[in-house]
C-alpha cells in the first residue's frame, strides 16, 4: 500500500512539473494595441475556432453608412460568412451594436449567404454576457475572449469560444402554448420549411411521425415523442436541436458531422443544434438520415 501511495506521489510531481500556471495579462500593459489582435487574426483566422474551412476576405472593410468592419471572414467551402468586431479590453454597448450593424449590413448586402455576428474581447462582464445572450435567440453571435497569458516568462496569446449561438434549455409541453401552422406563417415561414424538409427524410422510417407546433418551437415527434425541434433564426436559417444522452452515439454522430463539415454544437443539456437551411438539409440529407438511424436503431438497407 505504501509503494502505491508513492508511486502516486511521483505522477503527482510529475503532472506539477509537466502543467505551469499561467497569468493572464492585458494585451495594452503588453505594448501591443487592437489592430495587432486583428492582424493575428487575419493572417490566421483559424485561431478563432469557427467551424469550416474559414479565410480572411477583407479588413478594416469601409461600410456604405459609416464606419469598418475589422475583419470579414468567409468558409470557402459553404456560403458562411463571419463578421467579425475585435476591442481590446471588456466588451461595452458600443462595441455589440456595431458588430450588429456591420453584420447587418453584410447580411443585407449578400443575402443568399448565412452570416455570424462574431465579437472578440479580453473579457465580458456578466452584463453585456446576459445581452448578447438574449440577442442571439435571434441575431446568430459568437462570442470569443481572447486571453494573453505570461507563463514562464513567455506569452501565449489563446482564444476561447464563450457563446456560440446560445440556445435555452428546451422546454417541457406543459410550459408550451401550443399553435398550429398559420402562427409559424406570419412570423417564420422558412423555419416550417427546414423542419418539413427534415421530416421528409425521416417520414419513411417510422409509421408514426408528426409535425407539431408550439410558441417556441417547431416539432417533429416519433410515436408521440419528441424528436427534433426547430427554433427561429434569421432567414432562411433555423436551429435544429436533437439530444442524445449515449457517450457512444454522441461520439459517432461528432464524427460524422465533422466528416462532412457541418457545423455544430453539443450542449450541457446533450443535445446537438446545428443552424440549417433547406439546402443544407437537402445536400446532406443521407447523413441526417444515417445520424437519424443511429438514434434510433435503424437498420440501413446495406444491413438488412
Not at 64 to 78: A, C, P, Y
Not at 81 to 91: H, K, P, S
Not at 101 to 128: G, I, M, N, T
Not at 187 to 216: C, V
Request: with cysteine.
Amino acid at each position: 500500500m505504501e509503494k502505491i501511495v508513492e508511486l502516486a506521489k511521483e505522477e503527482f510531481s510529475k503532472m506539477e512539473n509537466e502543467i505551469k500556471i499561467g497569468k493572464k495579462i492585458f494585451i495594452r500593459n503588453a505594448g501591443k494595441d487592437e489592430y495587432w489582435l486583428q492582424h493575428i487574426i487575419y493572417n490566421d483566422p483559424k485561431v478563432l475556432g469557427l467551424p469550416g474551412n474559414v479565410e480572411s476576405i477583407g479588413k478594416e472593410k469601409k461600410q456604405s453608412r459609416g464606419g469598418r468592419l475589422d475583419i470579414l471572414l468567409k468558409d470557402t467551402e459553404e456560403k458562411i460568412m463571419y463578421e467579425v468586431e475585435v476591442m481590446l479590453g471588456a466588451t461595452d454597448p458600443s462595441h455589440i451594436i456595431r458588430a450588429i450593424e456591420y453584420w447587418d449590413h453584410e447580411k443585407r448586402k449578400f443575402p443568399q449567404r448565412q452570416h455570424y455576428c462574431v465579437l472578440v474581447a479580453e473579457s465580458f462582464d456578466r452584463r453585456y454576457f446576459n445581452v448578447i445572450q438574449l440577442m442571439s435567440l435571434n441575431i446568430p453571435m459568437i462570442a470569443i475572449q481572447a486571453d494573453l497569458l505570461e507563463v514562464n516568462g513567455e506569452r501565449i496569446l489563446n482564444f476561447s469560444k464563450i457563446i456560440d449561438i446560445y440556445l435555452e434549455p428546451e422546454e417541457t409541453d406543459e410550459k408550451v402554448k401550443k399553435e398550429d401552422e398559420s402562427y409559424w406563417n406570419k412570423d417564420s415561414p422558412w423555419t416550417i420549411d427546414n423542419a418539413k424538409e427534415m421530416f421528409a427524410i425521416i417520414k419513411g422510417r417510422h409509421e408514426n411521425t408528426a409535425l407539431g407546433y408550439t410558441q417556441s418551437y417547431i416539432s417533429i415527434s416519433k410515436d408521440g415523442k419528441i424528436a427534433y425541434t426547430f427554433q427561429k433564426r434569421a432567414k432562411p436559417t433555423s436551429v435544429m436541436i436533437f439530444k442524445v444522452r449515449e457517450a457512444e452515439k454522441e461520439e459517432i454522430i461528432k464524427k460524422i458531422l465533422d466528416n462532412n463539415d457541418i457545423g455544430y454544437t453539443y450542449n450541457s443539456y446533450k443535445e446537438f443544434c446545428i443552424n440549417v437551411d433547406c439546402e443544407v438539409l437537402k445536400k446532406n440529407a443521407k447523413v441526417f438520415s444515417e445520424i437519424h438511424s443511429l438514434r434510433y436503431k435503424i437498420l440501413t438497407e446495406s444491413e438488412e
